[in-house]
């Protein structure tokens, strides 16, 4: 039975490797597909569906990892901190929890230690589903402590974007940011941009 290349999207969550195409005339879809923009090349060798189902693949990650929470750039995507958009789904789960993912949806692991990991955890329903998340200062307190590896120009971005919503809460970003032990470069970074 043949199956078609749009299908193997679907049964793969919307994404696809080019490893899993075995024949020509399945090359041929699949460039057809590219041309028709109904698939776009996320990086060499892996694709994902270009539709509108509606269908969430947050809540498909969070199927996957169901312990996981989504942090970092996923939170901060969510939270409209950042106009960086990676393509895969960044998840903290606990440092010594073992999960093997599959090859898609893309998602990266955080092994966090409980300080880091249970402090801030939230939940929202996406389509009738309650996924885990970061509130909006763990996720500016998660910003701030890897500041050296997302660079300080995301860093920035983020910090400057929380400065100006209406819903932020200094006295709870200070209360984490002490849990964290990074009170003092927060109350700096905060302080310069308000």
């Known amino acids: ?31 057809g597909l590219l041309d028709d923009n109904l698939i776009v090349k996320i990086k060499r060798g892996l694709y994902r569906l270009n539709d509108d189902t509606g269908y969430d693949q947050q809540i498909e990650v969070a199927k996957i990892v169901p312990d996981g929470v989504f942090c970092l750039f996923t939170a901060w995507q969510y939270y409209n901190l950042s106009v960086y958009s990676p393509f895969e789904f960044s998840v903290a789960i606990r440092k010594k ?18 300080k880091f990991y249970l402090l801030g955890i939230t939940e929202i329903v ?8 970061y509130d909006l200062e763990k996720s500016i307190c998660d910003a701030i402590r890897f500041r050296n590896k997302v660079g300080m120009d995301i860093t920035i971005e983020i910090l400057q974007n929380y400065v100006k ?3 932020r809460n200094l006295n709870k970003l200070g209360e984490y940011a002490q849990q964290l032990g990074i009170e003092n470069i927060v109350r700096n970074m905060i302080m310069i941009l308000l």
């Open 1 to 31: 039975m043949n199956v078609s290349v749009k299908e193997l999207f679907h049964a793969n969550s919307g994404f696809l490797k080019a490893g899993d195409i075995r024949s020509r005339s399945e090359w041929r879809e699949l460039r």
């Open 97 to 114: 929890q073992k999960i093997i993912l599959p090859a898609y949806p893309p998602i990266k692991l955080y092994y966090w230690i409980d």
């Open 126 to 133: 996406i389509d009738n589903q309650r996924v885990k998340i």
């Open 165 to 167: 919503r209406k819903d």
